[in-house]
């Protein structure tokens, strides 16, 4: 019989008014911090968990739900915190546990929710098991624990498989056995520090289910799942015999991604977390090659939501975006899950600066663009993601309308992918950059001792500081969306939306007494006006006694029936 860990058992428990709001995570608006990028306490350039609890009133403020922190576990930062040496340990560099339990401490008191992050693909090459794998040898109990196979060639000298890694180069290292003789492989999807777990073992399983149970019991609300889709590779690691496998991604089920027995895992991670109250959650990183995959992995014993990376990739289309908002409802109301959308994240090009260049140029783009079309869409999309049915995810800095910063020097890079070559672009990092808060300083606020990634000389005025109580800008768009969005019970809510004739190029759908309208075409048009104007993302709208509106390029408006 599983243990039922009530609201008062935790030793850091939300507090009443936050833990009894049933299905929360449904429609809510969840913000990722990247922890290092978000707030410096202490001077060294570096953000931190006391910097981001100094900030928790911004984001109760702004009208936020809950906040996802990116790790900030023990780590040597080999990827950003994505590569764990101790699940159980705070980097020294973020702070301590005591940092931690005071940050979920202060956010449950203003009402917010504390997602983290959690990787289980991998871990480090310096976590304990790996260095223990090392030193023992061939045939150590550890190296069950990862995937340590014999080399192909006369002498063990060629990888097991032709697997690529997805920042580049083979997914395979050949280690120096402890006699100075070259050994065996492991498999690493991602940097050669971040060797691949075998979840087949079952202390793996055993391990990350301490795991949770470590954190819940701090108290955080939920989990975001890491490469939620890569845990379980195919029986025997069968060649894909093709190269840029990278370009595959997408398209069909890989022998390292998206196989069935993932699932069976988040089955036994769903046991745990209903043994605590508070109604906590799991969210899947999940590249699926559909939608309809995706949707695998929500089902009801199994995660509570996945992120819809198809919507994050879909250009500024209306015939796009609505297939992509209609093959996204479709495939989750069978499996009774929330939709969710997002368009900026800490992997990606910030979407201010893919809508300021052509379509079809990817999510990892160095070119600036075209800045003022950019944030015109930005804005028009971010109303328009709003006002759709599910959980939307905002990243930190998109409120401020932010760029990507596609001119760092290439010296002061840090994005793996980047010196490795033919995988990712590499260019993570113009989306990484840390964020301004005010209009002067070091580091425009972020900290006293400047900033791990050089700031533009134009940041002071993209600030929080200069945006706040001013009319018009991004900051005041997203708080005053928000607002509406939490006053309203028709926005976010449901699971479907009734789409009204509209131009060509217009999206335009109902929910209840609330309207959405928007226009991606390039010149003004008008439509016919369903109520009243709740919000617009700029422009000038202008509505007619005939019960017409026109609408400026690139814009969203939210209307309410009188």
Known sequence: MSQQHSADSAPNSAPAAVADRRDWWRDAVIYQVYPRSFADSNGDGMGDLEGVRSRLPYLRDLGVDAVWLSPFYA??????GYDVADYRAVDPMFGSLLDADALIRDAHELGLRIIVDLVPNHSSDQHEWFKRALVEGPGSPLRERYHFRAGKGENGELPPNDWESIFGGPAWTRVTEPDGTPGEWYLHLFAPEQPDF??????????????????LDVGV??????????????EGLPDLGSHEQLKLLGNDVMPFFDQDGVHEIYREWRLVLDEYTGDRIFVAEAW????????????PDELHQAFNFQYLSTSWDA?????????????????GAPATWVLSNHDVTRHATRFANPAGLGTQIRLAGDRELGLRRARAATLLMLALPGSAYLYQGEELGLPDVVDLPDEVRQDPAYFRGAGQDGFRDGCRVPIPWTRTGSSYGFGSGGSWLPQPSAWGELSIEAQTGVAGSTLELYRSALALRSERP?????????????????????????????????????????????????????VTGEGEARLPADVTVWWIAD
């Open 319 to 335: 015939v796009e975006l609505r297939s992509c908002i209609d093959r996204t409802l479709d495939a989750m109301r069978p499996v």
């Open 198 to 215: 075998d979840w087949n073992h079952p202390a793996v399983g055993d391990e990350f289910r301490s795991i949770l149970r470590f954190w």
């Open 75 to 80: 780590s040597p930062q080999a990827d950003a």
């Open 221 to 234: 609300d939920g989990f975001r799942i890491d490469v939620a889709h890569g845990l379980v590779k195919a």
């Open 288 to 299: 699926t090659p559909t939608i309809e995959r995706t949707a695998h992995y929500v089902r």
């Open 490 to 542: 028709d926005l976010g809510a449901g699971d479907r939306v009734e789409w009204l004739t509209a131009p060509e190029g217009v999206l335009a759908f109902r929910r209840g007494a609330f309207a959405c309208t928007t226009n991606t075409g390039s010149r003004a048009v008008t439509v016919p006006a369903p109520g009243r104007v709740l919000l617009a993302s700029g422009g000038e709208v202008t």
